[in-house]
């Protein structure tokens, strides 16, 4: 994941705006209620396979910073961002900790800026596979438990199952936008010619602000709000196909 240096006053207030603005609809709308409980096991496995991807890829290529720092690891409390993981229930899109990395320790078999793109895509790509596995459980359950899924019980598992579905698909997404400090910039930079690469990162700061007040106005929200239905739809229409139930 990337590492957010936007002032933390500035996110405390973000985020006290959005959980005030969201508190009276959950407590007058119990299945909105529910729908936050569920979300936040959803959260939990989002944000902590994402970040082990990360740290796994780099401890293969050949740094173990991540190993030395306890990332390589699927406890949650070694990944989680407090603020990054409110977004991500009250937004669909956040973060958790940055997994930090030195690129001069990776093996030199393949050039810097690919491993560091390869470590970068790693995230996104757990979360887009995350997806895949549960739709597949959840067309399991639609085909050989069907009686399963119209108990209270089952419900509840399949509610479960869809909105982790929806968070791993939003933070893919929103992960692979190509500003800074999204993981999508570093699998941008290694595909630049070498001048555009350079002028991208003298000016990355730039990039930063744009999509800091992309992100502020909404405006990043409703642009990629569209891209995950569209993911997430494929996704679920894919897995049925196979299982025949499409």
């Given at each position: 994941m990337f590492q957010f240096g936007m002032d933390r006053r500035t996110?405390?207030?973000?985020?006290?705006i959005l959980v005030i603005m969201s508190l009276g609809r959950y407590l007058n709308d119990t299945n909105a209620l529910l729908n936050l409980v569920l979300t936040l096991p959803a959260v939990l496995i989002a944000i902590t396979f994402h970040e082990y991807a990360h740290a796994f890829a780099a401890d293969r290529l050949g740094d173990d910073t991540p190993r030395r720092q306890g990332r390589l690891s699927l406890n949650p409390l070694s990944h989680l961002d407090p603020i990054g993981s409110i977004m991500l229930v009250f937004a669909g899109f956040g973060w958790g900790k940055p997994v930090e990395i030195e690129p001069r320790n990776f093996k030199r078999n393949i050039s810097m800026s690919a491993a560091e793109a390869i470590v970068s895509i790693a995230g996104p790509a757990m979360n887009f596979l995350l997806a895949i596995i549960f739709s597949i459980l959840l067309c399991a359950i639609a085909k050989f438990a069907p009686l399963f899924g119209m108990t209270q019980l089952g419900l509840i598992i399949i509610s479960l199952i869809q909105i982790t579905i929806i968070i791993n698909v939003g933070l893919g997404v929103f992960n692979l936008i190509p500003l800074p400090p999204l993981d999508g910039s570093k699998v941008l930079q290694h595909f630049l010619p070498y001048n555009a690469k350079e002028w991208f990162i003298r000016n990355s700061q730039i990039f930063?602000?744009?999509?800091?007040?992309?992100?502020?106005?909404?405006?990043?929200g409703s642009i990629i709000s569209p891209i995950?239905?569209?993911?997430y739809?494929?996704?679920?229409?894919?897995?049925?196909m196979l299982f025949?139930?499409?």
């Open positions: 996110l405390y207030i973000i985020m006290a930063y602000i744009v999509f800091v007040v992309l992100w502020i106005s909404g405006i990043a995950i239905n569209i993911v739809q494929g996704i679920t229409r894919l897995v049925a025949g139930m499409f």
